[in-house]
């Protein structure tokens, strides 16, 4: 069974930084796509970030958070990371994991590619 746990969400001020996890259990692909997308109210679903945990290791962005957000692996642990700095009010968002057992991350992030698994959303709230 699989499961994604996020954690490492809250409250902070503008131009603050939070790291958001990822705790990946049950995934048995050799490789994935897995990226974080977030959810405002009233708004849709959008793409945060992405990585290929296979060799190539790339990474995607979203141009709303290029230069301020990392994405990142530690394939000891099965955990995905999102350095979340620079903080905007208008990143506040309920923040998802997912992950896809393909290798088309740039579909991924733009919602082109649906996840076959999603965690539970940890939420950011951002005050100016």
């Known amino acids: 069974q699989v499961q994604l746990v996020e954690s490492g969400g809250g409250s902070v001020q503008a131009g603050g930084s939070l790291r958001l996890s990822c705790a990946a259990s049950?995934?048995?692909?050799?490789?994935?796509?897995m990226g974080w997308f977030r959810q405002a109210p009233g708004k849709e679903r959008e793409g945060v970030a992405s990585i290929y945990t296979g060799s190539s290791g790339s990474t995607y962005y979203a141009n709303s958070v290029k230069g301020r957000f990392t994405i990142s692996q530690e394939n000891a642990k099965n955990t995905l990371y999102l350095q979340m700095n620079s903080l905007k009010p208008k990143d506040t968002a309920m923040y998802y994991c997912?992950?896809?057992?393909?290798?088309?991350?740039?579909?991924?992030?733009?919602?082109?590619?649906?996840?076959?698994?999603w965690g539970q959303g940890t939420q950011v709230t951002v005050s100016s």
């Open positions: 997912a992950a896809a057992a393909r290798p088309y991350c740039e579909k991924f992030l733009l919602g082109a590619l649906t996840p076959d698994y």
């Open positions: 049950g995934l048995t692909a050799s490789s994935y796509c």
